[in-house]
């Protein structure tokens, strides 16, 4: 079972002062983002600010501490923020096999590496005892697949700050044949940045910066190599924010992430495997 869990945020009218919307997002407006510098990450309905400031105790995070999120604030909301499957406004949705259910194993006629032969699934999309399998023969080149697609995820991201983008991934779940952290390594970890499009109506990037001054850090290419410690993955070298602007989702780029299994046969085992991706934002 592939999964994650993401970030804390709140709700997105509490970018605007009061009741009325003003000719600045919160970005524009907010005097620690202004003068210290902050990261928001939202989907474009939630939110949550990591600010430079030390609320706590004053003072600026040092460069290359993390990001402090809000906390106590009047204008923050609360709730939980789920990505958005990439290029679209739906939220992803992580469900777990229940019991008697299991991934999908489908024929590859032809050894080409694609399934051409798959049992009826759920809903979900899992096998139950409701899958049925159609007649088929088999031929030397057949081949038994898992049908492990990559699994696309997105958040969206401004800024008014240098920053790093570090993630982290841990197992989760009861022991199995999976659950050894090192299978982390097997799962290929792929992100990038879009810099501007319109997801379901709803437009972005157009008041964020051009140019190259974000970059891929190397190293990283599973989930293994972000297993332990927050990992910086991405580094942002000025704002994402260039231009005022009243709407928020212009002001960001979205940054879109694929995880998945690159290959299975049953020597490697079965069971589930269980795991959460966390971000956390740094000052750079």
């Known amino acids: 079972m592939l999964g994650?869990?993401?970030?804390?945020?709140?709700v997105l009218a509490a970018l605007f002062w009061s009741g009325e919307a003003l000719a600045q997002s919160f970005l524009d407006s907010d005097f620690y983002c202004r003068t210290?510098?902050?990261?928001?990450?939202?989907?474009?309905?939630?939110?949550d600010v990591y600010d430079n400031f030390i609320f706590a105790g004053g003072g600026t995070v040092p460069p290359g501490g993390?990001?402090?999120?809000?906390?106590?604030?009047?204008?923050?909301?609360?709730?939980?923020?789920d990505p958005v499957l990439t290029g679209t406004r739906d939220e992803g949705v992580h469900t777990v096999p229940g019991g008697g259910e299991g991934v999908l194993l489908g024929i590859d006629t032809d050894a080409n590496g694609t399934i051409d032969l798959a049992p009826t699934t759920n809903q979900l999309g899992?096998?139950?005892a409701s899958g049925v399998f159609q007649p088929f023969g088999l031929t030397g080149s057949a081949r038994l697949l898992a049908d492990l697609q990559t699994y696309e995820r997105s958040f969206y991201l401004s800024?008014?700050?240098?920053?790093?983008?570090?993630?982290?991934?841990?197992?989760?779940?009861?022991?199995?044949?999976?659950?050894?952290?090192?299978?982390?390594?097997?799962?290929?970890?792929?992100?990038?940045?879009?810099?501007?499009?319109?997801?379901?109506g709803m437009a972005f990037g157009q008041s964020a910066r051009?140019?190259?001054?974000?970059?891929?850090?190397?190293?990283?290419?599973?989930?293994?190599d972000v297993r332990g410690q927050p990992t910086f993955i991405l580094e942002f070298r000025d704002s994402i924010r260039q231009a005022a602007d009243p709407s928020l989702p212009r002001q960001s780029v979205r940054f879109d992430y694929?995880?998945?299994?690159?290959?299975?046969?049953?020597?490697?085992?079965?069971?589930?495997?269980?795991?959460?991706?966390?971000?956390?934002?740094?000052?750079?």
């Open 4 to 10: 994650c869990r993401h970030i804390i945020c709140g």
């Open 210 to 224: 051009p140019g190259t001054y974000f970059s891929a850090l190397p190293g990283i290419d599973s989930l293994g």
């Open 126 to 128: 899992f096998l139950d």
């Open 159 to 200: 800024s008014r700050t240098d920053f790093y983008v570090a993630a982290q991934a841990r197992t989760l779940g009861a022991a199995s044949q999976f659950s050894s952290p090192d299978r982390l390594s097997d799962i290929r970890f792929v992100y990038g940045i879009t810099r501007s499009g319109s997801d379901s």
């Open 66 to 81: 993390e990001m402090i999120p809000w906390t106590g604030n009047p204008f923050q909301g609360s709730g939980t923020v």
């Open 258 to 284: 694929a995880y998945g299994l690159e290959a299975y046969d049953l020597s490697m085992g079965f069971g589930d495997l269980r795991y959460q991706i966390e971000f956390t934002f740094y000052n750079r």
């Open 36 to 47: 210290y510098g902050c990261v928001i990450v939202h989907d474009g309905v939630t939110f």
